[in-house]
């Protein structure tokens, strides 16, 4: 168990709708990366948000956009939906200080597009 | 950061250890190697990471060559929990993002 915590564990939406994942980041980590993980693939980097700024994006159109709350926690959100977007969503929070970060994986959210 | 090259499979009778290598050929000298774990539809898990020295912790130890261009990943006393694809990814000190490639599938048989 890594603490990071993230919701709803399993959804279902439909083309062009928008949806709104969320993560509850490991207590003492300021940092939240989130990634996109499609069948039989590799999970792939969305963005990471520090401080509430994002730190930095993937390759990932504007319409996956991410806040990140005082307390650490975050939210992606993706507009539009598009078939290709059904994927296991991960995100991973980290404490970004000094030189090393060690990201720690929530156990993800399952979005199916219709 | 620097491109990894992993087996796509391995076995591994349970009880014994599990090598798993990886290929980086092209790391540089800030960049770290990090080794993650996903058993099915979960999320990743931390394994260790390392620079350049050899490193053990309560899971696993992680080889890296002098050279620093190809590491092992050991599991001492694999177990049938320790089937899952294993990720091997070099990150440099100032990345953010971790580059997950297709990653090593390693299956622990009794």
């Known amino acids: 168990e890594t603490g990071v915590t993230q919701s709803p564990t399993h959804l279902i939406k439909t083309r062009g709708q928008q949806v709104t994942l969320r993560c509850s980041s490991q207590s003492g980590h300021n940092t939240v990366s989130w990634y996109q993980q499609a069948l039989g693939q590799g999970p792939q980097f969305i963005f990471q948000?520090?401080?509430?700024?994002?730190?930095g994006r993937g390759n990932f159109p504007p319409r996956f956009s991410g806040l990140q709350f005082p307390n650490y926690s975050s939210e992606l959100n993706v507009n539009a939906l598009e078939l290709d977007d059904s994927a296991l969503y991960l995100c991973?929070?980290?404490?970004?200080?000094?030189?090393?970060?060690?990201?720690?994986f929530g156990p993800g959210t399952r979005l199916l597009v219709l | 950061d620097a491109k990894t090259t992993q087996p796509p499979s391995m076995d591994c009778a349970e009880g014994r250890a599990a090598n798993l290598p990886c290929n980086h050929s092209t790391i540089s000298g800030n960049e770290y190697v990090y080794w993650y774990r996903q058993i099915h539809s979960q999320g990743p898990q931390y394994i260790i990471h390392?620079?350049?020295n050899n490193e053990t912790n309560e899971m696993a130890s992680l080889i890296i060559t002098e050279d620093r261009k190809s590491s092992t990943l050991i599991l001492p006393h694999a177990t049938l929990r320790d089937t899952a694809v294993y990720y091997c990814i070099v990150r440099s000190l100032s990345g953010y993002a971790l580059n997950f490639g297709k990653g090593t599938s390693l299956l622990v048989t009794p």
């Open positions: 948000y520090y401080r509430e700024e994002e730190n």
């Open positions: 390392g620079l350049k």
């Open positions: 991973a929070s980290s404490l970004l200080a000094g030189n090393q970060e060690t990201q720690y």
